[in-house]
């Protein structure tokens, strides 16, 4: 039997989250909405080194502190909207996590990371172009508190919660 791909998030503060959720239940279709709002950093490392992930990533969030990352405007998908996210410390992050998983992620994983939170995706065009012109119009940047990173299983659509590990407690 073949363990779940493990997917990576950065773990914002739940009331900064709140604003995001709420758009994402709104206009993400019922029908492929499994998940509240998340940022990925990974989005498949091997299941069967689930352990070593967790040393490496354990490792790497213990040199830290919880971090303040800038929303920072928004980007059109085609099929959908996300917010931008502006954050060096998160880049950083997610740099360091990446040298550390070596061989394990994969060529989506190898691309520029380009942190953002989606709310809307798998629609058609006129619809991404309606929520998009509505939310740039009453665009505000603001800020979200990272606290940590979640590790999942992902199962198809679905993802189950495996881990949180907060910045500095660790080990």
């Known amino acids: 039997m073949s363990l779940p791909p493990i997917i990576v998030t950065a773990h914002a503060s739940s009331d900064d989250m709140d604003y995001f959720d709420l ?3 709104e206009h993400f279709p019922p029908h492929r909405n499994f998940l509240d709002a998340h940022i990925t950093m990974f989005h498949h490392l091997p299941g069967r080194v689930f352990c070593d992930i967790l040393t490496a990533a354990d490792e790497v969030m213990a040199q830290r ?18 917010f931008d996210i502006d ?26 990371f380009k942190p953002h939170i989606t709310v809307q995706n798998k ?15 009453h665009f505000q940047p603001r800020e979200i508190t990272i606290l940590g990173i979640d590790l999942w299983d992902y199962l198809g659509g679905p993802w189950e919660h495996r881990a949180f590990l907060s910045f500095g407690q660790n080990t």
């Not at 502190?65 to 996300?82: E, M």
């Not at 629609?123 to 991404?128: G, L, N």
Request: aromatic fraction near 8%; avoid cysteine; proline fraction near 6%.
């Open 23 to 25: 758009l994402r239940r």
């Open 65 to 82: 502190d919880p971090f303040v990352a800038s929303i920072s405007g928004l980007r059109h998908l085609g099929g959908g909207v996300a």
């Open 87 to 112: 954050s060096p410390e998160l880049k950083n992050l997610r740099a360091d996590l990446f040298k550390s998983f070596g061989s394990w992620p994969g060529p989506q994983d190898r691309q520029k």
């Open 123 to 137: 629609v058609e065009k006129a619809s991404a172009d309606r929520l998009y012109d509505d939310l740039r119009t």
